[in-house]
């Protein structure tokens, strides 16, 4: 008789890879359900600090992940007039590293799969209860010790136990681009600094993330109708950078908007149902947290149903535990948002204090300097 714990991760972003694995590192039996054809995350690029870091190495996929990704060390606030506000040295002791959002995935899953999770693609959930039935978009019903829920912001399972308590829009969203690095930027061989450059209320972040590619990330307001349109308008961004005229020019097509969400839950848990990422706590992606805390939230909730065999009391642990870090990490991410709607001066103002203050600092590398349960 096979006694293993059974557990129905949904979602192959990062919150349900890192769950997945984690919980197949410690015995389970795990299957995962992805309701994409392929692991295809969307964003182009991603930030990822010494938290997820360690996160990544636990499941074994860190080498994979950072595989020729640059080692973060410099960010430059500019303005409109491309003049430096600030400058951000990242800790040498404490990684950084930005990297193409698929090579992470990529590596998360090959690390699951050889821990023995099953990732079934082309499958969707709707629905869970909390005594552990899934119900599939086929209609099937599948029983588990465990369903874990990481099925982003739009969570069916989040949704059909009722757990959100606020669910809000935030004023600003983002396109994001992968672009191939000129022969002179390759050529430069600093792939370590990134530069945000401010106007208005749009920015340009620009981020090396590969031997060959560049993420850029355009924000604006979400009431931008010219500017969050895709296929961007060269044109109209080029007049508010055009500094940037030559890099404006090499965005392809293939850009989508997507607006920033803030979700807080009542609980993070029903019964045998733990939800956990973007579909429990997304956050706008001010400090580069939200995958982040997703892993450290995956792996942490593997360790305490390690600790503790009733899973309503580990879940119930689990949340005492890690809630409270995950929440300065939204608060803090929403603050530094705020600017984005104040006028030029004022942000100005705030943007170089915030990069100064070392309070201000401590605040927003809190959760980056954390080290995450489990590790
Ligand atoms: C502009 C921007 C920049 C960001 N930059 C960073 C950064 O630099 N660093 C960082 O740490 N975070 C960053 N984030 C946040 C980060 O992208 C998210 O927090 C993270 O992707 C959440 O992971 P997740 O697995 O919870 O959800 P998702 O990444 O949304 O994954 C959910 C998965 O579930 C699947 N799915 C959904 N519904 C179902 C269903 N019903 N059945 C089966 N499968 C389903 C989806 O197809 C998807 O694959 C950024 C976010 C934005 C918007």
Redesign the pocket.
């Known amino acids: 008789m096979n006694n293993k714990r059974h557990a129905e991760v949904?979602?192959?972003?990062?919150?349900?890879l890192a769950a997945a694995g984690a919980l197949a590192q410690r015995g389970w039996s795990v299957r995962l359900?992805?309701?994409?054809l392929e692991l295809r995350?969307s964003?182009a690029g991603?930030?990822?600090y010494e938290n997820?870091l360690r996160v990544l190495e636990k499941l074994g996929a860190y080498d994979e992940a950072v595989k020729g990704a640059p080692f973060a060390h410099t960010r430059e606030m500019r303005d409109e007039h491309n003049r430096v506000l600030s400058v951000h040295r990242w800790d040498p002791s404490k990684r950084v590293f930005s990297i193409v959002r698929q090579r992470v995935i990529n590596a998360m899953a090959d690390a699951a799969r050889k821990n023995g999770v099953e990732i079934v693609l082309g499958?969707?959930?709707?629905a869970a209860t909390p005594d552990g039935e899934l119900t599939m978009a086929s209609g099937s019903k599948l029983k588990a010790d465990l369903i874990v829920a990481?099925?982003?912001?739009n969570?069916?399972i989040r949704d059909s136990l009722g757990l959100v308590a606020k669910r809000k829009g935030l004023p600003d969203g983002?396109i994001?681009v992968l672009i191939a690095k000129t022969p002179e930027e390759m050529a430069s061989g600093d792939g370590g600094t990134t530069i945000e450059n401010w106007s208005g209320s749009r920015r340009i972040l620009y981020t090396p993330v590969s031997e060959t590619e560049v993420y850029i990330?355009l924000t604006m307001l979400h009431s931008d109708e010219i500017g969050k349109r895709t296929p961007i308008d060269k044109a109209d961004w080029k007049r508010a950078f055009p500094h940037w005229a030559a890099l404006i020019d090499r965005i392809t097509d293939d850009a989508r908007y997507?607006r920033?969400e803030y979700i807080r839950l009542k609980k993070w848990s029903s019964g045998r149902v733990a939800v956990l990422?973007?579909?429990a706590h997304a956050l706008p992606?001010n400090i580069?947290?939200?995958?982040?805390c997703?892993m450290m939230n995956g792996l942490s909730l593997a360790y305490y149903l390690d600790r503790e065999p009733d899973i309503a009391t580990a879940l119930d642990v689990w949340e005492t535990n890690e809630r409270p870090l995950t929440e300065h990490t939204q608060r803090i991410s929403v603050f530094l948002g705020l600017p984005t709607t104040w006028p030029t001066p004022l942000r100005r103002a705030f943007l170089t204090l915030a990069g100064k203050s070392k309070w201000m600092i401590a605040q927003r590398t809190k959760t980056a300097r954390h080290i995450p349960t489990g590790t």
């Open positions: 949904i979602g192959g972003g990062f919150s349900g359900h992805e309701r994409s995350p964003g991603i930030y990822i997820g499958s969707e959930a709707v990481g099925d982003g912001v969570s069916k983002a994001r990330a997507d920033f990422g973007d579909a992606p580069g947290q939200g995958a982040g997703s």
